[in-house]
């Protein structure tokens, strides 16, 4: 975001010495266009004249935002009409919903606004959210961006509003930067699931017994036993005898072996594709993310929460979402060391309950060789990024 109209040669006309700027909007959004405009049609005498270029901002400021954008008008209708229609995305206090003409943006109505979406206002306003100009300027951030409040309201008639403020109303709906990618563990936790037998749309009792059967050889007899279960269970064995996946193991039944295999290979194989495209991202992404994390800002990175985290793996760079701004609740969710819980995050450890790691299923020797490959990867480039105290010698810790 631009908070001052800069004159490379020379002279800074305009600085501004407000803490906070309106995020990607505002008077200072308006300021950087009309300064683009009249420095590209003037002469070079604009560096002799700077008031000609303040008056001229003035002129555009003033003429500029008395007008409503045409994506922003009609609030009431664009809102009633969205929320009627298919969310993007839910959250335990949120829905997300995609908003028309703007492919930028992403519609957050709170539950309890949405329970009372039929009575909203007809006339309401954009109010801008304000942040540190740092803040604002880094693509990374999902931040919201507007506050819809109704005109005539007090908040309307602020020019911007900080997100510590905005998240004090009740039944909030809000305007948030839409951020691109996809999470870390996408490709294959659906995999994951169906191994486990844990489907939406319903249980499979064989996959169930047959997932916790290998969880339960992983932990008791280890990798090479497990890798012999899962051998028999893709030559469709039933029933393993006593003694058969090493000396002290019992008797134990296979159901549907031949499904669980292949579920246990789509898994595995979407997982050790998810780490090689990770561990191919550009350290400058690794870097921009690891100086967003660590960057000074009013609000935590909740990492608690896998789903906060997006790889862009078509762009090649991470982007994150639904931060903390309330310091009451920052014991909850902060990380003394938040890049080390970027790296659990990248390689699968906390994306279910079910699993601390997808990595406690991966047994088979070639399976293992390839995600301790990828992983290292990962984790010296994270190391790269990070200062010392950050840095990990295991992508696992």
Known sequence: MINSVTNKSNN????????????????????????????????????????????????????????????????????????????????????????????????????????????????????????????????????????????????????????????????????????????????????????????????????????????????????????????KCKEGVSLLEEGTLCKDSGKIEIFNGKEFYKNYRDFVNNYIETLKQISEIPQNSFNNAVDSILSKKDFILDFQHTNNTFVDFEKGEFNFMDFVFDKTMYPKYHCENPVKEFRNVLMGKWFSGLCSSPRNYIVVPEDVKAVKEYSKIINEKINTAAPERFRSESPFR
């Open 12 to 231: 800074n006309f305009i600085t501004s010495k407000s803490r906070v700027t309106p995020a990607f909007t505002g008077k200072a959004h308006i300021a950087k266009e009309a300064a683009d405009v009249f420095i590209s049609s003037a002469s070079k005498e604009v560096e002799s004249f700077p008031q000609k270029l303040i008056n001229f901002l003035k002129t555009q400021i003033l003429k500029k935002a008395s007008k409503t954008e045409p994506w922003a008008k009609n609030l009431q209708e664009k809102i009633l009409t969205i929320t009627k229609e298919g969310s993007d995305a839910a959250g335990k206090d949120a829905i997300v919903f995609k908003f028309p003409g703007r492919d930028d943006l992403v519609l957050r109505v709170e539950k309890t606004a949405l329970e009372k979406i039929d009575t909203l206002p007809k006339d309401l306003k954009l109010i801008p959210v304000s942040y540190e100009k740092s803040v604002a300027e880094n693509e990374h951030f999902g931040l919201p961006l507007y506050f819809v409040a109704e005109k005539g309201s007090p908040l309307s008639k602020l020019d911007a509003i900080t997100p510590q403020e905005a998240l004090k109303q009740p039944d909030k709906i809000m305007l948030l930067k839409k951020m691109t990618g996809v999470h870390p563990s996408e490709k294959y936790y659906e995999s994951f699931i169906k191994m486990q037998g844990l489907s939406d749309t319903a249980a499979d009792p064989e996959m169930i017994v047959n997932s916790r059967i290998l969880n339960y050889i992983i932990n008791k007899y280890g990798p090479q036993a497990s890798t012999k279960y899962l051998e």
